[in-house]
C-alpha cells in the first residue's frame, strides 16, 4: 500500500474538488442558458410571420374603414388606400391623374394605370363622384 503524506492527500482532494466544480458549472450554465443568436432560417420566419400580421391587420382595417362612398376626386390619400385593391401606389398614380383632370363618372378611374375593369368591379360600391 502507498502511503501519502497530508500534503498529497490535501492536493488529491483539492483536484478531484476542483473537477466536480468545474462539472457542476458547466451542467448549470447548459441548463440555465438562454440562446438569444437565431439561425437565418428563424429570422425569415419570424419577419413573414410579422408582415403576414401587418397585411392581416392592413386587410381588417380596410374592411371596417369602408363604410361611406368616398369621392376619388376629393379623398386623401388614406382614404383611397382603404378601398380593397387599392394600395398607396395605386393611391398616389389616382392622385396624380385626378391634378390634371378630375373624374366625371366613376368609370373614368379606368383611365389611371393600374385600375382594370375587374378592379372598378370591386371598389364601385365604395365610390360617389360628387357634383358641384
Known amino acids: 500500500m502507498i502511503a501519502l503524506t497530508k500534503t498529497e492527500r490535501f492536493g488529491i482532494l483539492f483536484v478531484v474538488g476542483s473537477l466536480l466544480l468545474g462539472q457542476a458549472v458547466v451542467l448549470y450554465k447548459k441548463t440555465a442558458e438562454v440562446n438569444y443568436r437565431y439561425r437565418v432560417s428563424d ?11 401587418a397585411e392581416s391587420e392592413r386587410r381588417a382595417l380596410k374592411t371596417r374603414l369602408v363604410r361611406a362612398r368616398i369621392d376619388p376626386n376629393t379623398a386623401s390619400r388614406e382614404e383611397l388606400d382603404v378601398l380593397p385593391g387599392i394600395g398607396p401606389e395605386l393611391a398616389d398614380r389616382i392622385i396624380e391623374y385626378r391634378i390634371g383632370e378630375k373624374f366625371l363618372e366613376v368609370e373614368d378611374l379606368l383611365r389611371v394605370k393600374g385600375v382594370g375593369p375587374k378592379k372598378l368591379e370591386g371598389i364601385k360600391r365604395y365610390l360617389a363622384i360628387k357634383t358641384q
Open 43 to 53: 429570422s425569415r420566419a419570424l419577419m413573414q410571420t410579422g408582415q403576414a400580421r
